[in-house]
């Protein structure tokens, strides 16, 4: 009747796939304990590590929660602790975290009775209780795991990409604040033709390398011509960042979703050190308070 869950951070777009890719990290990511209760309630009894509502409708977790059992008809209500590991506001999928989480712990609570899909529609449900949209990259990483593709939002397709064994990721968190639908009113609603070809063979690129393990490609396709030349001026520092992961041997690096995070994929976890290395020396004298971490994927 309890439940403890670790729900992942997440990348979202990574470079050329803006609302259509993401990846989980291993290693990062929130604690969370589901335990069901008599009253019918839904509540949130305990948060640590982040300033976030308890309300049950404004809580993501507690709004995804209350929703499936409210849907399912179940007869009891569940009490929620979350132990935040990294700030919310992050552009590493927060939110996600919560909503796939709340999502996943409570179908496994009534006995598996909703489908991955319908899971991945309630923790979106939760984005839209976060952000005002219901955009599912972060959500699908979350509850996938690994690398997923957003094939069609209508219906809802999600694919699940292989993993090369040895891709790890460097992520620096800047923690200053841009909000999800701030980053996306700046960006334009159209685009020129040769963007969306170059755009739509990077993802190519990308799935390709993914599939074959094939490090360089992955490299390659790990630009965005659509979404980073807008969002970067907001991100301090971010080209010094960009070029600092190049010259050091990642394999590319970008925005994480919508920032501030930047995210840098690299091969080995030697490697991942020697980034997180380079990132500090391009922060270490900023007035900005900032995180860095490594993960596998
Ligand atoms: N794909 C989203 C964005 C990330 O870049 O705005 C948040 O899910």
Redesign the pocket.
């Known amino acids: 009747d309890q439940l403890q869950i670790f729900s992942p951070a997440t990348v979202?777009?990574v470079s050329c796939g803006?609302?259509?890719m993401?990846f989980a990290l291993e290693s990062l990511g929130d604690e969370m304990t589901f335990r069901k209760n008599d009253l019918g309630k839904t509540r949130i009894v305990k948060i640590e590590g982040a300033d976030l509502p308890f309300e049950s409708n404004k809580n993501v977790a507690a709004a995804v929660a209350k929703r499936m059992l409210q849907d399912a008809g179940a007869n009891f209500g569940v009490d929620i602790e979350i132990v935040k590991k990294y700030k919310p506001g992050s552009?590493l999928?927060s939110s996600?975290a919560s909503g796939a989480g709340a999502a996943f712990a409570i179908n496994q609570l009534l006995n598996n009775r909703y489908t991955k899909l319908e899971q991945l529609k309630y923790a979106m449900f939760g984005?839209e209780v976060a952000?005002g949209s219901q955009?599912?990259?972060?959500?699908a990483a979350a509850l996938y795991g690994g690398f997923v593709l957003i094939r069609s939002y209508e219906p809802l397709d999600i694919v699940s990409i292989p993993t090369p064994s040895q891709l790890f990721v460097t992520v620096i968190h800047p923690q200053i604040e841009i909000k999800?639908e701030d980053?996306?009113n700046i960006?334009p609603k159209e685009i020129p033709m040769k963007t969306a070809i170059s755009q739509w063979a990077n993802v190519g690129g990308l799935i390709a390398g993914l599939h074959s393990s094939d490090y360089d490609l992955i490299g390659r396709s790990l630009t965005d011509h659509v979404?980073e030349p807008y969002?970067k001026k907001f991100i301090p520092h971010f080209d010094a960042l960009k070029r600092a992961a190049l010259d050091h041997g990642a394999l590319g690096a970008g925005?994480s979703?919508?920032?501030p995070s930047v995210f840098a994929l690299v091969k080995g976890a030697e490697m991942a050190e020697k980034i997180a290395a380079a990132f500090n020396e391009v922060y270490k004298d900023s007035a900005i308070d900032y995180r860095i971490y490594t993960s596998g994927i």
């Open positions: 979202a777009n803006y609302d259509a993401a552009g999928g996600a984005e952000c955009i599912a990259d972060n959500v999800t980053a996306r960006l979404v969002r925005i979703g919508s920032g």
